[in-house]
T-cell receptor
Framework: DAGVTQSPTHLIKTRGQQVTLRCSPK?????VSWYQQALGQGPQFIFQ???????QRGNFPDRFSGHQFPNYSSELNVNALLLGDSALYLC??????????????FGPGTRLTVL | DAKTTQPTSMDCAEGRAANLPCNHS???????VYWYRQIHSQGPQYIIH???NNETNEMASLIITEDRKSSTLILPHATLRDTAVYYCIVRGYTGANSKLTFGKGITLSVRP
């Protein structure tokens, strides 16, 4: 059983560009959450998607947007990149039902560098 | 903001128990205590969670004080592979409240 997968592994962009990160949840999971982790800090919650809708959002600007597809996979889009957007972007999947109710399983992350 | 406070770092000898403390004095009655860990450059890994009773699984034990204002994660026989950042998180349990609010965590170093 594949766990949470993310692509790409690493990405380098320049200021002002736009980026799209992708996440496939663990089999059986229907909820995807995105987190940003700056160097030396704990992950910070960006938003969560359930049933293709944004269910909850953290304190991030509108430059950060997302989407969830019918197969539960998700994308994180960041527009007008800033140097401060350089971070590890983590995707976590969970399920609103079942034995591991609401446990979040994390992917390996995408390392974004903005130059 | 994180609702927990943890020491910045600690170390322990391989094979010994590692006791990681966490304070959560403002925890609400319906909030759970979760522990995750993050090994360098990997995604966080769930360890254990509890409400008010002590919990044990194959990875660790969680001891929550009676007033629920603090807890301790116990790794009974630490190995070098347990070297990681450990996060103590207070969180509601329903879907709408399921976001994880991470602090800086505690860095555990297991020495040979």
């Amino acid at each position: 059983d594949a766990g949470v997968t993310q692509s790409p592994t690493h990405l380098i962009k320049t200021r002002g560009q736009q980026v799209t990160l992708r996440c496939s949840p663990k089999s059986g999971h229907d909820t995807v959450s995105w987190y940003q982790q700056a160097l030396g800090q704990g992950p910070q919650f960006i938003f969560q998607y359930y049933e293709e809708e944004e269910r909850q959002r953290g304190n991030f600007p509108d430059r950060f947007s997302g989407h969830q597809f019918p197969n539960y996979s998700s994308e994180l889009n960041v527009n007008a990149l800033l140097l401060g957007d350089s971070a590890l972007y983590l995707c976590a999947s969970s399920s609103d039902a079942g034995v591991n109710y609401n446990e979040q399983f994390f992917g390996p992350g995408t390392r974004l560098t903005v130059l | 903001d994180a609702k927990t406070t943890q020491p910045t770092s600690m170390d322990c000898a391989e094979g010994r128990a590692a006791n990681l403390p966490c304070n959560h004095s403002t925890i609400s009655g319906n909030e759970y205590v979760y522990w995750y860990r993050q090994i360098h450059s990997q995604g966080p890994q769930y360890i254990i969670h509890g409400l008010k009773n002590n919990e044990t699984n194959e990875m660790a034990s969680l001891i929550i004080t009676e007033d629920r204002k603090s807890s301790t994660l116990i790794l009974p026989h630490a190995t070098l592979r347990d070297t990681a950042v450990y996060y103590c998180i207070v969180r509601g349990y329903t879907g709408a409240n399921s976001k994880l609010t991470f602090g800086k965590g505690i860095t555990l170093s297991v020495r040979p």
